[in-house]
């Protein structure tokens, strides 16, 4: 006779009255067996990451797991997933897995005793990198002129910066002191050293991610990033001088508060007229390749004679975009007869600055100007007023054009001399027109123009739409490299 019954809280089945008891290891409801603890770790400590490709896993079984048979790691919650992937259980409770991509690792963990009973999962969370972290030097290595601020910024997009040092040589010297080296960064985003003038200098930068990888980039020595300065103690106009041949910057006679570059395109030493320069980024070859966003001329540098009203400093850069991209009226109006109320002035200042990098727009001052009207033919009169409101961009005077050169097509700032394939007509300057017409003796404003090469005046209430080129003053503590020309031109370097 056969014979079902159940004993206690065990289950046994008898196939006989004459046979063996087989006793299972499961209580009544509670058949899972169970995991108590289940986690990865390296060292006897238990990481968030990991740069190992394959990791031990730490499981403590239950209580109830006197059969405990084999265990399932994987990166799934279904069990169905293990097939395959059982291991048998060890005396220590340790197993690898092995990874097979970078990212943050969510692994389940399953047991199973030997009559097929299977437990819950169990999880842990594991960052697995094997990428090196990256730096970054705001200021490539080379050689610049006057004090520079060299900003060094650590990245890692997997684990995230660990560990970093910096290490600043002067002359083959460390040097120590709040500022200068330091070698336990951890927690900050950036660290800045400062370079004086005429010194070389070394920046060593160590950088290890939250996984344990070390930077690899070059050039390095060892496990150290470094970039190499020169720094020669020279003004920022020493610096356009000794780039510039002969005497094309100078200041004219009625002028004494902008050193201009003078030139024309019939002068023999044309050539010599190195005042191109790139504005939006510090990239050559990205400013060679897209002239008409990135390549400007330098109209002159300030002096120490500079008017202070304007809010301007000795030694800023005044500098007008080689080419016209923007065709628009002076004012909307006739009765618009000032700069701050100049449609020319609103679109400048807001949907043309709009178009510039945050971090390019903070190297731009943000002066009064110029708004005098002009009676002459060289814009002498100009400075008697200034603008009501400050702002960053503006236009080139009438002075700007007639004293860089003659006033005709051969002056170098006409637009068809600016880069190569640039054309030119008629564009706007700031300077207004002043004309006292008809019987009732009204006053009649109009801007002057560049047409043909030569000044001209418009009257407002036309509202022609003529080309015009953005003109701004740069902040006085920058750095050029380069020589100028149109194919290798200045890089602005703030510091």
């Not at 389940?108 to 730096?135: A, L, R």
């Not at 880069?419 to 404003?445: K, L, P």
């Not at 000044?455 to 036309?462: A, G, K, N, P």
């Not at 022609?464 to 902040?475: E, G, N, T």
Request: aromatic fraction near 14%; charged fraction near 15%; glycine fraction near 8%.
């Amino acid at each position: 006779m056969t014979l079902f019954r159940i004993i206690s809280t065990t289950h046994a089945y008898y196939s006989s009255v004459t046979d063996p008891v087989q006793i299972f290891n499961s209580k009544v409801g509670n058949f899972k067996p169970r995991i108590d603890s289940f986690y990865i770790k390296e060292n006897n400590v238990q990481p968030k990451y990991t740069n190992q490709i394959t990791n031990t896993v730490y499981i403590t079984q239950g209580n109830n797991n006197r059969n405990l048979d084999q265990v399932c790691i994987t990166e799934t919650d279904d069990i169905n997933t293990c097939n395959g992937k059982w291991q048998n259980i060890t005396e220590n409770n340790q197993y690898s897995y092995t990874f097979t991509s970078e990212g943050t690792k969510v692994i389940f963990g399953f047991v199973k005793d030997k009559y097929g009973n299977k437990s819950i999962s169990s999880t842990d969370t594991i960052t697995y990198d094997v990428t090196p972290p990256t730096v970054t030097y705001y200021l490539q290595g080379g050689t610049y002129t006057g004090e520079q601020r060299v900003t060094v910024t650590p990245s890692d997009n997997l684990s995230g910066v660990g560990t970093w040092a910096v290490h600043l040589y002067k002359d083959g010297e460390m040097q120590t002191g709040s500022g200068q080296s330091s070698g336990d960064l951890r927690g900050q985003t950036s660290y800045t050293v400062t370079l004086s003038e005429g010194s070389s200098w070394i920046v060593y930068t160590q950088v290890y991610d939250n996984a344990g990888n070390i930077i690899t980039q070059t050039p390095n020595n060892g496990e150290w990033y470094y970039q190499e300065y020169t720094i020669n103690s020279k003004s920022a106009l020493s610096n356009l001088q000794s780039t510039t041949s002969g005497d094309y910057l100078k200041t004219v006679a009625d002028n004494d508060e902008l050193l201009r570059y003078v030139g024309t395109v019939t002068d023999a030493n044309e050539r010599r007229l190195n005042n191109y320069i790139c504005f939006g980024t510090n990239n050559e070859s990205t400013c060679t390749g897209n002239k008409d966003t990135y390549m400007y001329r330098i109209i002159g540098i300030t002096t120490e004679n500079v008017n202070k009203n304007l809010g301007l400093l000795p030694y800023q850069l005044k500098i007008i975009k080689a080419t016209s991209t923007i065709s628009s009226d002076w004012a909307n109006s006739d009765s618009d007869i000032t700069w701050d109320a100049a449609t020319l002035n609103s679109y400048l200042n807001n949907t043309f600055l709009s178009s510039i990098n945050e971090s390019w727009k903070n190297i731009i001052s943000n002066p009064y100007w110029y708004i005098g009207d002009d009676y002459g033919s060289n814009g002498g009169y100009e400075k008697t007023t200034l603008s009501v409101g400050r702002y960053k961009v503006g236009l080139m005077y009438a002075s700007d054009y007639y004293n860089s050169g003659a006033q005709n097509e051969t002056n170098w700032l006409y637009i068809a001399n600016g880069i190569s394939g640039s054309t030119g007509f008629r564009e706007w300057t700031m300077t207004r027109y002043g004309s006292m017409t008809y019987a009732d003796d009204r006053w009649y404003y109009g801007a002057r123009t560049v047409e043909h090469g030569a000044l001209d005046r418009q009257f407002l209430y036309w509202l022609d739409k003529y080309p015009s080129r953005p003109v701004f003053y740069l902040i006085p503590n920058i750095t050029l490299t380069g020589e100028g020309t149109e194919s290798n031109p200045f890089i602005i370097h703030a510091s």
